[in-house]
């Protein structure tokens, strides 16, 4: 089947201008994951889903970002007034809420690369 | 506070040969660890897992070592392919699934 969606895949955004990074997960994975990609470095957690739960935010980097997840499918990344640090890829990532990994990662998507000038 | 760490920004192996990819980390608290995989402009592919309960996994030419007691992880692979080329992270969690610690990655080229 499908795998992660995410759009648009490029966004170039003047300093100040709000935008908005759509991912749809792989069908029937109730948990979702938002992550940030910096140049150079590892991806670093935003935040989670459980259905339309959002259970951890504890990664988001300010109180401009937003993220939410209405019906449980669909998730959208928001970001108010962007600076130039928000400059990055944005990963969404969908598994089973199992335990066992071997059968269940995360699967991401190709990510949103974000410059904002 | 970087928990996860890949002290090798870049390796080069020739085609046939073992490449040996590192990992430390300091959260003694971690009980999973991953390896995923990532190509230009796509996302992390995962590779493979291994628990804290084991100290070896092996999946085809991809084999992962853990250490617990000197919080390090390797990942083998042998023999090494061309389409091996690509950047790999390494990543742990614990308690809070999916929620994974990356480190920075290591670059992977292999040559004929």
């Known amino acids: 089947g499908a795998g992660v969606s995410q759009s648009p895949r490029y966004k170039v955004a003047k300093r100040g201008q709000d935008v908005a990074l759509r991912c749809d997960p792989i069908s029937g994975h109730v948990s979702l994951f938002w992550y940030q990609q910096a140049l150079g470095q590892g991806p670093e957690f935003l935040t989670y889903f459980q259905n339309e739960a959002q259970l951890d935010k504890s990664g988001l980097p300010s109180d401009r970002f937003f993220a939410e997840r209405p019906e449980g499918s669909v998730s959208t990344l928001k970001i108010q007034r962007t600076q130039q640090e928000d400059s990055a890829v944005y990963l969404c990532?969908?598994?089973?809420?199992?335990?066992?990994?071997?059968?269940?990662?995360?699967?991401f998507g190709n990510g949103t690369r974000l410059t904002v000038t | 506070d970087q928990q996860v760490k890949q002290n090798s920004p870049s390796l080069s192996v020739q085609e046939g040969r073992i490449s040996i990819l590192n990992c430390d980390y300091t959260n003694s608290m971690f009980d999973y660890f991953l390896w995923y995989k990532k190509y230009p402009a796509e996302g992390p592919t995962f590779l493979i897992s291994?628990?804290?309960?084991?100290d070896k996994n092996e999946d085809g030419r991809f084999t992962v070592f853990l250490n617990k007691s000197a919080k390090h992880l390797s990942l083998h692979i042998v023999p090494s392919q061309p389409g091996d080329s690509a950047v790999y992270f390494c990543a742990a969690s614990y308690g809070s699934w999916g929620k994974f610690q990356f480190g920075a990655g290591t670059q992977v080229v292999v040559t004929p």
């Open positions: 291994i628990s804290s309960i084991k």
């Open positions: 990532a969908s598994s089973s809420p199992v335990k066992d990994i071997s059968s269940s990662p995360l699967h």
